[in-house]
């Protein structure tokens, strides 16, 4: 018997959400929480004993990821969530406010300030909740003494400004509500339809697979209400839409629907009114994103190619956005792959947060993100705004992310490694100074570098891009970076600068050199944040207990000690302390080319010999190790 448990902890409120139907004669609550079948209480109040409840305050289950958020409360705070999933889950995010930022703090969506939030991963189903500040809210305390740190369904959720960050959770008596998700058994709906035991009973139900693990789930077909696991009474049974008053004329109550129905000669001109509102409201998102702006700056361009998309072409290249074509997912939005009419695949981004920007500037952004022109830059391609929130159409990319090959694939030779890097680098390099105006990237991670079919570099998303401004007096002041990657100077100041790419691109070097995230929570408080663990080591003189110990066996330790230096550099505290990204370019360019011609003669008897060597690494002045070699066997010997 597979027994389902509820858990009913002090700090969490735990919905189910269902039909609240149970079977009948049987209890459907369990304390404050409703057990709609195929759940059910006691003996014969289950599907088939499957799923039993019973009430335990000691085992955890699966948390949706679609219906919650991992969220965190105070200024000065980093707040990081490690659990089990479908993958290892180490995550986070952080709020940053001070006195100058105080007006900043209003009620509403988390945005950084007092407030944050990220999304999780898929199959969750335990997770653990660390908090740390940057300053021990020596800056903040008089209004926020406290930072709090949890997981909540995001539509019960709404922060409410400068009184959320003293004394929340005690005003919630210590709980908050989540969502839990459920399946039955581990098969797909395919598979289950033909099984005797398929639990979509109900006449007017179907099936779907479940998207938060294996296993299926059921429910009422359009204009149906009830439990859809119950065949007779209680099932899936008409609506009467009518009832509601829908129609402004006559209103017909059909099985499974309604129809509305008007005087003789009437009838055209009400599908009309409907057909004009659906274009009136395409047509005022469009303006309102910027839409004629955006047109104008176009024709006014002969050789942008960036195109304006309608709602119906990105609609009919995902199959209406089916879930089956999601390239990845995160707190900004979802990525689909589709095919346009012409068969280009392409990558469509479709948000979830809504940017402040007003129209005429998000028209001429997209324009100027549109005309970059980089092999190693994902081209642009166009956008929709006959939406709420625009939808941008990239070129896709077909080899994953750079994170994936880091951590997830095979052995990386030290080669592909400087290759990526310079390539890489010099993405970000041309952004900060070749485009006009110069792109501050702002969200430089592993994960936002594509790699392409020859697994060729491509710097991608840039959700949370700022145009460099061109008056002196101007910063940008708006955080979204990504934990473990974000410049200490840009949080303790709140301006972000091109030094802020270089901070971020150095994480991703030790990254590539450590085979190591950025975070983990797994890892002892002192080697979680990859960081500081690197600048540690250096002074530590214990560099290569931190390498990935493939490239150090690869013999070549003149390169690999002036990548550390170079990134050593690249994460300064002090962002003038830090090279130019065209530095850093350069610099790798150099690095690269000399792999591929190493200074040493290719002489395998040479090399057989060196493989015999010892290596002792010591450290010189700069923190950063030498190499010396010891010869255990004699070219003599050899002989």
């Known amino acids: ?247 402004k004329e006559i209103c017909i109550n059909t099985q499974g629907g309604y129809r509305c129905e008007c005087p003789k000669g009437k009838s055209w001109i009400y599908m009309g009114i409907q057909s004009r509102r659906f274009i009136n409201l395409k047509q005022k998102f469009y303006e309102q994103n910027g839409g004629l702006h955006l047109q104008n700056l176009i024709s006014s361009h002969p050789n942008v190619t960036f195109k304006l998309f309608s709602k119906e072409d990105l609609e009919s290249a995902t199959n209406k956005f089916d879930k089956n074509n999601i390239l990845g997912q995160g707190a900004q939005g979802i990525v689909y792959k589709g095919i346009l009419s012409n068969n280009q695949v392409v990558a469509i981004k479709k948000s979830i947060v809504v940017d402040a920007m ?109 145009l460099t401004p061109t008056d002196k007096d101007q910063f940008a002041t708006f955080m979204q970076g990504t934990l473990g990657y974000l410049d200490p100077e840009c949080l303790q100041t709140g301006i972000l600068t091109e030094k802020s790419d270089v901070y971020s691109f150095g994480v991703v070097l030790v990254e590539l050199l450590s085979r190591r995230k950025a975070v983990s929570l797994c890892e002892s408080e002192m080697e979680r944040n990859l960081a500081n663990l690197f600048m540690t080591s250096i002074k530590d003189d214990s560099l290569m207990n931190v390498l990935d110990h493939q490239i150090m066996n690869e013999g070549r330790m003149d390169l690999i000690q002036e990548v550390c230096r170079l990134a050593k550099r690249c994460l300064s505290i002090q962002g003038e302390e830090r090279p130019t990204m065209k530095e850093v370019a350069t610099e790798l360019e150099g690095l690269a080319v000399l792999e591929s011609h190493p200074w040493m003669p290719n002489n395998p008897e040479i090399e057989i010999l060196l493989d015999k060597t010892s290596n002792t690494y010591v450290g010189d002045s700069s923190g950063i190790f030498t190499l010396e070699k010891r010869d255990v066997l004699s070219i003599e010997a050899g002989r």
């Open 1 to 247: 018997m597979m027994v389902l448990v509820l858990l009913f902890l002090q700090l969490l409120r735990i919905p189910l959400v269902a039909s609240q139907l149970a079977k009948p004669g049987c209890h459907d609550k369990c304390g404050n929480i409703s057990i709609p079948y195929p759940f059910g209480i006691g003996q014969n109040c289950s599907r088939e004993d499957l799923f039993t409840v019973t009430c335990d305050s000691t085992n955890p289950l699966t948390f949706s990821s679609t219906k919650n958020k991992f969220t965190a409360l105070g200024c000065d705070t980093s707040a990081m969530i490690t659990g089990t999933s479908e993958g290892d889950l180490t995550t986070g995010c952080i709020s940053i406010c001070n006195n100058n930022s105080m007006r900043m703090i209003t009620e509403g969506p988390c945005d950084g300030f007092g407030c944050c939030q990220t999304s999780i991963p898929r199959g969750l189903r335990y997770f653990e909740v660390g908090l740390a500040s940057y300053y021990n809210h020596s800056s903040v305390l008089q209004f926020n003494p406290c930072s709090y740190a949890f997981l909540v369904d995001q539509n019960w959720f709404r922060f409410g400004g400068i009184s959320d960050l003293s004394g929340y959770m005690e005003r919630n008596n210590g709980s908050v509500p989540v969502v839990l998700d459920w399946a039955i058994g581990n098969k797909t709906c395919q598979e289950a339809k033909v099984e005797p035991d398929y639990a979509c009973l109900s006449q007017n139900s179907y099936c779907y697979d479940s998207t938060n693990g294996p296993g299926y789930r059921c429910n009422c077909t359009a204009g149906y209400q009830g439990n859809p696991y119950l065949q007779d009474a209680g099932g899936c049974e008409d609506i009467n839409e009518c009832s509601g008053q829908p129609c």
């Open 358 to 466: 007003q129209g005429q500037q998000f028209a001429n952004e997209m324009l100027i993100l549109s005309q970059i022109n980089h092999r190693n830059v994902v081209k642009l391609l166009g956008c929709c705004l006959e939406v709420e929130i625009p939808m941008l159409v990239y070129e896709f990319i077909s080899n994953g992310t750079l994170f994936h090959l880091i951590h997830e694939g095979c052995q990386l030779s030290l080669k592909t490694r400087l290759r990526i890097a310079a390539e890489s680098a010099c993405a970000i390099a041309y952004l900060h100074s070749s485009a006009s105006p110069p792109i501050i990237h702002g969200d430089i991670k592993s994960s936002n570098i594509l790699l392409d079919e020859n697994y060729m570099a491509k710097v991608s998303d840039f959700g949370a891009s700022k």
